[in-house]
C-alpha cells in the first residue's frame, strides 16, 4: 500500500489497486480510526481525495454489514454481467442473428449462461463458457458466426478481467 497523501485533519490517505478496483483507506489519528473506501479503476485519484478530505473530523465510522458488502457485490456483477448480454446482442444484430432466423436457437444454446451472466454468478458463467468452447456439436457450429471460440474467449476473458483473474488465451488465435 502506498501513501497518497495527507489530508487538511492530519488523515493518512493510502492507496493500493488490487484487480479492478482501487482502495484508499483513510487514517484518522483524531478518532484513532480506519476506514476503507474501494473504488473501480478508472476513476480519478483527485475525486476520491477530494471526497475523503471533505469528510468531517471525528465523522462516525459507518461499518457494513456482510449482508450490505455481498449485496452490492453482486449488484455491481450483475450490472456488469447485464452489459455484457447488451454487448452480445448489439453484436449479433449488426451480424445478422435476425435476418438469419437463428435468435430462437441462439437464446435457446445460451439461456443457462444468459440466467448466470445476468444473476451475477460469474464464476458459473465461466465454467459454463469453458464447457461451451469445448463443444463441438452441431447446436453450436449451426451458430456460427454468432457463437464461435472466437466469441467465447472474448466474453470468457472479459469475465475474467473483471474478476480480477488471469485471462485464458485462444489457442486458435
Sequence with gaps: MTQL??????????????????????????????????VNTGTAQSKVYQTINSMPVNAPVVTLTTTQIYTGVVLAAMTFGQQLMVQFA?????????????????????SGLSQSITTGSLYVAISQIQAMIADTSSAKTNLSPFITNI???????QIQTYLGMPITPNPGS
Design 90 to 110: 448489439v453484436q449479433n444484430i449488426l451480424a445478422g442473428i435476425t435476418q438469419a432466423g437463428k435468435s430462437a436457437d441462439l437464446l435457446a444454446y445460451t
Design 5 to 38: 497523501a495527507n489530508d487538511n485533519y492530519g488523515r493518512t490517505v493510502m492507496f493500493e489497486t488490487m484487480g479492478s478496483q482501487d482502495t484508499y483507506t483513510v487514517n484518522d489519528p483524531i478518532s484513532g480510526s480506519t476506514f476503507t473506501v474501494a
Design 151 to 157: 466469441v467465447l474467449y472474448t466474453y470468457l476473458n
